[in-house]
């Protein structure tokens, strides 16, 4: 193998990046996908014991004031969880950035609106051929 020392680092430490990377982004999303799905179970639990909870109140005749504080904190949790879950599972976002949008266009690809195109217009009068 001949080749400088230097390259042959750089492309040892750039394949080994690329890993890392592929490798992060592939946990990133499992793990995600587990909080998405371990959220939406406990949403779904906490809904249940909710309507258990209201059909208990009922059994006994009382008034529903509100959630016990246990089935409230789980909804906030699962909702946390599947927020995250959301994020972490998408992992391929677009920049917010205009600038990387816009510099790979021309101007007549932005300002194209053929709506505005007029094809009856005064220069048919004004041109007109004799």
Not at 25 to 39: F, K, Y
Not at 80 to 106: E, H, M, R, Y
Not at 112 to 118: E, M
Request: aromatic share 10%; net charge positive.
């Amino acid at each position: 193998l001949l080749c400088d020392t230097h390259a042959c680092l750089d492309a040892t430490s750039a394949r080994l990046l690329v890993s890392f990377h592929l490798k992060t982004t592939t946990i990133m999303s499992s793990v995600g996908s587990m909080a998405l799905i371990i959220g939406l179970v406990g949403l779904a639990h906490a809904a249940y014991s909710a309507m258990e909870h209201r059909g208990f109140l009922k059994v006994v005749d009382r008034e529903f004031t509100s959630l016990p504080i246990d089935v409230t904190i789980q909804v906030v949790v699962c909702l946390v969880l599947v927020l995250f879950g959301l994020v972490q599972a998408k992992a391929s976002f677009k920049p917010t950035d205009w600038t990387d949008t816009f510099n790979q266009k021309t101007y007549d690809d932005i300002s194209v609106r053929p709506s505005f195109s007029t094809f009856r217009h005064r220069g048919q009068r004004l041109f007109k051929e004799t």
